[in-house]
């Protein structure tokens, strides 16, 4: 009888054992505050780190079961990255997802800049690479050559929309992408710019005044008007926006006399032609209303009074000075001086 029984105890020691092991760690889940939440790790962590760079972003793991699963899938390289990370997640699954590197996407949103440095900024925090580096990339005429673009027409090479990337992505991989993705885009309206027959740089900056001129995207295609029929007539373009560039001032509300004299070669009062580059990244709107810009006679158009954001157009020169002394004398009534 005895002999019949000996087997009970090792057997339950290893089912006892299994069932430990089953809690500890495959029941082993993420615990996070939110539903979801994105791991971070930067180029060159080290394995050592990776634990200190999940606590240090409010996720708690069971470290041991983290080891223990570090062995299971051979996980010794760390793939940088980012990593979506759902409340619950098992910390097998975890560490399967960063032993294969299998990071997320982002969602980069490029939007409207007026600088490099404001630019740079916007995206700092939205990939692994900083501000500093990007920005003298920005600055490196030799690495802009291959895109056709200088440190002066850099932001000609973005074009404002969201894109889907990986946040380690290198800054001469972006570089690449955005170079693309202004291919594709371009693609799309080359019979536009052939028709209208600027090439795409001076579209775009003749873009980026409309858009600092206006919000109202159904008056963007008249103002942009107003800039073309000026540029055939050899007029110059007389941009208030290009004051503010030009200062390095857009908190400005109101340009006064003193601020044309400005020295730059933005400045469209003293200077003929289109600026040397965009004075922002005008939005796809803004673009396009070049590109189809409404057929007209205008020439001057100034702010209506009432502050609604449109603007009032005429081409005769008298009637324009009745307009401005009305948006003038709204100005004066709020004591706007500057």
Same mark, same amino acid.
């Given at each position: 009888?005895?002999?019949?029984?000996?087997?009970?105890?090792?057997?339950?020691?290893?089912?006892?054992?299994?069932?430990?092991?089953?809690?500890?760690?495959?029941?082993?889940?993420?615990?996070?505050?939110?539903?979801?939440? +994105?791991? %971070?790790?930067?180029?060159?962590?080290?394995?050592?780190?990776?634990?200190?760079?999940?606590?240090?972003?409010?996720?708690?793991?069971?470290?041991?079961?983290?080891?223990?699963?570090?062995?299971?899938?051979?996980?010794?390289? !760390?793939?940088?990255?980012?990593? @979506?990370? @759902?409340?619950?997640?098992?910390?097998?699954?975890?560490?399967?997802?960063?032993?294969?590197?299998?990071?997320?996407?982002?969602?980069?949103?490029?939007?409207?800049?007026?600088?490099?440095?404001?630019?740079?900024?916007?995206?700092? *925090?939205?990939?692994?690479?900083?501000?500093?580096?990007?920005?003298?990339?920005? +600055?490196?005429? @030799?690495?802009?050559?291959?895109?056709?673009?200088?440190?002066?027409?850099?932001?000609? #090479?973005?074009?404002? *929309?969201? %894109?889907?990337? %990986?946040? +380690?992505?290198?800054?001469?991989?972006?570089?690449?992408?955005?170079?693309?993705?202004?291919?594709?885009?371009?693609?799309?309206? @080359?019979?536009?710019?052939?028709?209208?027959?600027?090439?795409?740089?001076? !579209? #775009?900056?003749?873009?980026?005044?409309?858009?600092?001129?206006?919000?109202? *995207?159904?008056?963007?295609?008249?103002?942009?008007?107003?800039?073309?029929?000026?540029?055939?007539?050899?007029?110059?373009?007389?941009?208030?926006?290009?004051?503010?560039?030009?200062?390095?001032?857009?908190?400005?509300?109101?340009?006064?006399?003193?601020?044309?004299?400005?020295?730059?070669?933005?400045?469209?009062?003293?200077?003929?032609?289109?600026?040397?580059?965009?004075?922002?990244?005008?939005?796809?709107?803004?673009?396009?209303?070049?590109?189809?810009?409404?057929?007209?006679?205008?020439?001057?158009?100034?702010?209506?009074?009432?502050?609604?954001?449109?603007?009032?157009?005429?081409?005769?020169?008298?009637?324009?000075?009745? *307009?401005?002394?009305?948006?003038?004398?709204?100005?004066?009534?709020?004591?706007?001086?500057?």
């Amino acid at each position: 009888m005895k002999k019949n029984l000996g087997w009970i105890i090792p057997t339950f020691a290893v089912v006892f054992a299994f069932v430990l092991f089953f809690i500890y760690f495959l029941g082993a889940k993420v615990d996070i505050i939110e539903e979801k939440t +994105n791991l %971070y790790i930067y180029p060159n962590t080290t394995k050592s780190e990776v634990v200190k760079t999940i606590e240090s972003q409010n996720i708690i793991i069971n470290s041991v079961a983290f080891k223990f699963y570090s062995l299971v899938f051979n996980y010794k390289t !760390v793939h940088s990255g980012c990593y @979506e990370i @759902e409340k619950g997640l098992s910390v097998g699954r975890l560490v399967h997802k960063l032993a294969k590197g299998r990071q997320t996407p982002i969602k980069l949103v490029l939007g409207k800049s007026r600088t490099k440095e404001e630019f740079a900024e916007t995206i700092d *925090n939205d990939l692994a690479f900083s501000k500093k580096e990007l920005l003298s990339k920005m +600055n490196d005429n @030799e690495f802009l050559k291959s895109f056709g673009v200088d440190s002066i027409t850099v932001l000609s #090479l973005f074009i404002p *929309n969201t %894109y889907e990337v %990986y946040w +380690n992505i290198t800054i001469d991989d972006f570089f690449k992408r955005m170079s693309v993705e202004q291919d594709r885009f371009w693609r799309k309206r @080359e019979d536009k710019l052939k028709a209208i027959g600027y090439n795409k740089f001076e !579209v #775009l900056t003749i873009a980026s005044i409309v858009e600092e001129e206006t919000n109202m *995207n159904d008056e963007k295609p008249i103002v942009a008007a107003v800039y073309i029929n000026r540029l055939k007539k050899g007029m110059p373009l007389q941009a208030d926006p290009t004051i503010k560039f030009a200062l390095g001032d857009f908190t400005i509300k109101r340009i006064v006399g003193k601020m044309l004299g400005v020295e730059s070669p933005y400045n469209t009062y003293r200077n003929l032609g289109l600026p040397p580059a965009p004075i922002c990244i005008p939005s796809i709107a803004s673009i396009d209303a070049v590109l189809n810009y409404e057929k007209n006679d205008y020439l001057f158009f100034c702010a209506r009074e009432d502050f609604s954001g449109y603007h009032n157009f005429t081409s005769d020169i008298k009637e324009h000075y009745a *307009n401005a002394r009305k948006y003038q004398a709204a100005l004066n009534e709020l004591e706007i001086l500057e």
